[in-house]
């Protein structure tokens, strides 16, 4: 147990020990004591070390303000039980506040040096399975950069849910089948002839993106325009498989590039190989949740006051819509035997979300386990004005790859993870492309970076280890606190699926440091505080890079 754990359980047993005291000596009724008091800390450092809400509990089941019940409490309270407390006291509406020593929470620099890359790590997960799927972008073109958001938290939280015991794995799903691909195909077809000389037009609803004259120049480079003379099934599904394999590696490239890698990449073709969609169609049927109206099979999704209408499964020609495949991907996930899924999606899927977990909860699957996080917009800004939108279809988009060129993977990262996922976001490329500590990420490193130089100086000054002193400065103190609630800050950012609280995290420890840095000389400080100040220094340095790891984010050791 921590020393921030073990004070908060000693703070939980003195508040028992007073209430039976009290109950005891008639001053408070017989209660049922809350299974779990919540003891924290106050937002503002001078109302104390620790508080804790029991007396607000216990006001209504014993008829008195919480006030009156924190002072009963007080009267019967042995601070002696609780190690380092100097004083306690009633704030606010019922507040119990408890002021410990000067230094309390030194030893976690000690914890934090030994536990090495293993602090902030834990088993809480018991090795539960968790499948998260994100990205799965359409293989139409290149990356943009709502899905570089969406790739940023993917990556993030299942660095997150590993630390804390998890056994997480990454999925991309690939839609290679279906209308679009053939959209596709024929879009290829177009270009592959534009650089024949044919005045050949992009059909409507197809990619005019530009970004396809390149797939088209590397086709003819490798296999010539022989397919064009193809009767128009073979050549349109030739050029559509090769656009599609074409566009996957480029984005796994770049993905790769953002450090973001999958475990699995599950293809709808093969999915539609095995026979799961009909599989599917066919035990609904069996169910009764269908109905067959104007030539088209239909989800009666309407009835159950969860869907605005009934929709699609198949159309009039006899071909699934895209649902039906979404459906049985689902059902595969199931079946794999994972304890829960997690899905992060656009926002374009909102309306689709509710029909796939009817179909699913009428199949028989847990839905309770299934999670979908929708990713909002973003919008670049760079000069305060609008730098570009994203139309993949209209060619009219930001590629990941060119936004990375210009911002950087590590900026990238950390600005797109400074914001939930469900927030529209506004993306300023001149603050993340700037090196001044108002650029965020810059700020964090640079932390990590001066704390490397100190260290590297004291390994010349040839600091003694010897014992260390008790970090009983203000500044100190602030920065041991830290430290001692980043396993917390971590187990919160994973289950509650906000890696944000790490940036945040992340920015309070680098501004407590460099205050730190700038009230408490540590090369040149006697000979034990020095000691002590280059522990600290250590186990700060070891956190920030920590977290700056699980965010995917390098840690520089010199700027």
Same mark, same amino acid.
């Given at each position: 147990?921590?020393?921030?754990?073990?004070?908060?359980?000693?703070?939980?047993?003195?508040?028992?020990?007073?209430?039976?005291?009290?109950?005891?000596?008639?001053?408070?009724?017989?209660?049922?004591?809350?299974?779990?008091?919540?003891?924290?800390?106050?937002?503002?450092?001078?109302?104390?070390?620790?508080?804790?809400?029991?007396?607000?509990?216990?006001?209504?089941?014993?008829?008195?303000?919480?006030?009156?019940?924190?002072?009963?409490?007080?009267?019967?309270?042995?601070?002696?039980?609780?190690?380092?407390?100097?004083?306690?006291?009633?704030?606010?509406?019922?507040?119990?506040?408890?002021?410990?020593?000067?230094?309390?929470?030194?030893?976690?620099?000690?914890?934090?040096?030994?536990?090495?890359?293993?602090?902030?790590?834990?088993?809480?997960?018991?090795?539960?399975?968790?499948?998260?799927?994100?990205?799965?972008?359409?293989?139409?073109?290149?990356?943009?950069?709502?899905?570089?958001? =969406?790739?940023?938290?993917?990556?993030?939280?299942?660095?997150?849910?590993?630390?804390?015991?998890?056994?997480?794995?990454?999925? !991309?799903?690939?839609?290679?089948?279906?209308?679009?691909?053939?959209?596709?195909?024929?879009?290829?077809?177009?270009?592959?002839? &534009?650089?024949?000389?044919?005045?050949?037009?992009?059909?409507?609803?197809?990619?005019?993106?530009?970004?396809?004259?390149?797939?088209?120049?590397?086709? =003819?480079?490798?296999?010539?325009?022989?397919?064009?003379?193809?009767?128009?099934?073979?050549?349109?599904?030739?050029?559509?498989? !090769?656009?599609?394999?074409?566009?996957?590696?480029?984005?796994?490239?770049?993905?790769?590039?953002?450090?973001?890698?999958?475990?699995?990449?599950?293809?709808?073709?093969?999915?539609?190989?095995?026979?799961?969609?009909?599989?599917?169609?066919?035990?609904?049927?069996?169910?009764?949740? /269908?109905?067959?109206?104007?030539?088209?099979?239909?989800?009666?999704?309407?009835?159950?006051?969860?869907?605005?209408?009934?929709?699609?499964?198949?159309?009039?020609?006899?071909?699934?819509?895209?649902?039906?495949?979404?459906?049985?991907?689902?059902?595969?996930?199931?079946?794999?035997?994972?304890?829960?899924?997690?899905?992060?999606?656009?926002?374009?899927?909102?309306?689709?979300?509710?029909?796939?977990?009817?179909?699913?909860?009428?199949?028989? !699957?847990?839905?309770?386990?299934?999670?979908?996080?929708?990713?909002?917009?973003?919008?670049?800004?760079?000069?305060?004005?609008? =730098?570009?939108?994203?139309?993949?279809?209209?060619?009219?988009?930001?590629?990941?790859?060119?936004?990375?060129?210009?911002?950087?993977?590590?900026?990238?990262?950390?600005?797109?993870?400074?914001?939930?996922?469900?927030?529209?976001?506004?993306?300023?490329?001149?603050?993340?492309?700037? &090196?001044?500590?108002?650029?965020?990420?810059?700020?964090?490193?640079?932390?990590?970076?001066?704390?490397?130089?100190?260290?590297?100086?004291?390994?010349?000054?040839?600091?003694?280890?010897?014992?260390?002193?008790?970090?009983?400065?203000?500044?100190?103190?602030?920065?041991?606190?830290?430290?001692?609630?980043?396993?917390?800050?971590?187990?919160?950012?994973?289950?509650?699926?906000?890696?944000?609280?790490?940036?945040?995290?992340?920015?309070? /420890?680098?501004?407590?440091?460099?205050?730190?840095?700038?009230?408490?000389?540590?090369?040149?400080?006697?000979?034990?505080?020095?000691?002590?100040?280059?522990?600290?220094?250590?186990?700060?340095?070891?956190?920030?890079?920590?977290?700056?790891?699980?965010?995917?984010?390098?840690?520089?050791?010199?700027?």
């Amino acid at each position: 147990m921590s020393v921030l754990e073990a004070r908060r359980a000693a703070v939980r047993e003195a508040l028992h020990a007073a209430l039976a005291a009290a109950v005891s000596a008639g001053d408070l009724p017989t209660v049922e004591v809350p299974a779990q008091v919540a003891v924290g800390e106050p937002r503002d450092r001078s109302h104390g070390d620790l508080s804790a809400n029991l007396a607000m509990l216990l006001a209504g089941p014993s008829g008195r303000k919480g006030r009156d019940v924190a002072a009963i409490l007080l009267r019967h309270l042995e601070t002696g039980r609780i190690p380092g407390c100097a004083r306690a006291e009633v704030a606010g509406p019922g507040f119990l506040n408890f002021f410990l020593e000067p230094g309390w929470l030194s030893p976690v620099v000690q914890e934090v040096l030994a536990a090495g890359d293993a602090y902030g790590r834990s088993d809480c997960g018991g090795s539960r399975r968790i499948l998260v799927e994100f990205v799965s972008a359409n293989p139409t073109g290149p990356l943009n950069v709502v899905n570089c958001r =969406a790739a940023a938290f993917g990556d993030a939280l299942i660095r997150c849910l590993r630390a804390i015991g998890y056994v997480a794995e990454a999925e !991309y799903y690939v839609n290679d089948a279906g209308g679009q691909v053939r959209k596709l195909g024929l879009s290829l077809e177009a270009r592959l002839r &534009q650089l024949r000389g044919e005045a050949a037009q992009v059909p409507e609803g197809g990619y005019p993106g530009a970004y396809l004259e390149d797939v088209a120049r590397a086709y =003819a480079d490798a296999h010539g325009d022989a397919v064009l003379r193809e009767p128009e099934d073979v050549r349109v599904a030739t050029l559509a498989e !090769y656009a599609v394999e074409h566009l996957l590696a480029e984005q796994r490239a770049v993905l790769e590039r953002f450090r973001v890698s999958f475990d699995h990449f599950v293809r709808e073709t093969a999915i539609r190989e095995h026979g799961a969609p009909e599989r599917v169609v066919e035990r609904l049927v069996q169910l009764g949740r /269908t109905q067959e109206r104007d030539g088209a099979l239909w989800l009666c999704t309407k009835a159950s006051n969860e869907d605005n209408d009934d929709r699609v499964l198949r159309k009039r020609d006899g071909s699934f819509t895209y649902r039906v495949p979404d459906i049985a991907y689902h059902a595969e996930k199931f079946d794999r035997g994972y304890d829960r899924l997690i899905d992060i999606y656009g926002q374009d899927h909102h309306g689709e979300v509710p029909a796939v977990r009817l179909a699913l909860q009428w199949l028989g !699957y847990p839905v309770e386990r299934l999670e979908v996080l929708l990713t909002q917009m973003v919008r670049l800004v760079r000069d305060g004005r609008d =730098a570009g939108r994203v139309s993949k279809r209209g060619g009219n988009f930001i590629a990941m790859r060119d936004f990375l060129d210009d911002v950087g993977v590590d900026p990238a990262r950390y600005f797109f993870l400074m914001r939930t996922i469900d927030t529209h976001m506004d993306f300023d490329i001149d603050l993340a492309r700037s &090196q001044t500590q108002d650029n965020p990420v810059y700020y964090v490193q640079y932390a990590h970076a001066r704390i490397c130089s100190i260290l590297r100086q004291a390994g010349a000054a040839g600091i003694p280890g010897v014992p260390a002193a008790v970090l009983d400065h203000p500044a100190e103190a602030l920065l041991c606190h830290c430290l001692a609630t980043y396993p917390a800050e971590v187990r919160a950012a994973a289950e509650g699926r906000a890696p944000h609280r790490l940036t945040a995290y992340l920015r309070t /420890t680098a501004e407590r440091f460099h205050t730190f840095y700038v009230q408490c000389r540590v090369i040149g400080e006697e000979p034990a505080r020095a000691a002590a100040r280059l522990a600290l220094c250590q186990a700060t340095r070891q956190v920030l890079a920590s977290a700056l790891g699980l965010l995917g984010v390098s840690a520089p050791e010199r700027m």
